[in-house]
């Protein structure tokens, strides 16, 4: 039989609960302890703090806040920006936004695929897409 070694004890702390119940050394002819995650599926990760979504009502307050001017005020102004960006990248222009990036229309070609149900060959039509590429700035920022 292995012989136990005595253990020293810590001080108690101010404050701090009782110790539970101390549970018993598994010994070496024991079976090991399963975990209880491996009878069902695989245990989820930790969850991460949930994403907040900043609309654009969200930030017309703040900017009413910070220049001290009417959240309406502040909404139209933000508005307005939207639709003349929106305006000149359906003119096929590219925006430049200093210390946020680039905004710009690329086109895509026709392009060959798959239908993923069926394995089928399809063809892909034509399209437009947003590109954007962020400011050094941004990303140093982040």
Known sequence: M????????????KGAKAPAAKQPL???KAAPAKPSASKGPA???AKAAPVVTVTLKHLAAE????QQIEKKAADELLTGFVGILVQHL?????LRIG??????VKDRPERAGRN??????????ASKKIAFRPAKELKEAI
Do not use: F, Q
């Open 2 to 13: 292995p012989t136990k070694k005595p253990t020293a004890k810590a001080a108690p702390v």
């Open 26 to 28: 598994p010994s070496s």
């Open 43 to 45: 245990a989820a990760p």
């Open 63 to 66: 900017i009413a806040a910070h």
């Open 90 to 94: 359906k003119n096929g222009d590219r």
């Open 99 to 104: 210390g946020l990036g680039i905004l710009e």
């Open 116 to 125: 993923p149900a069926t394995g089928e060959a399809i063809t892909i039509k």
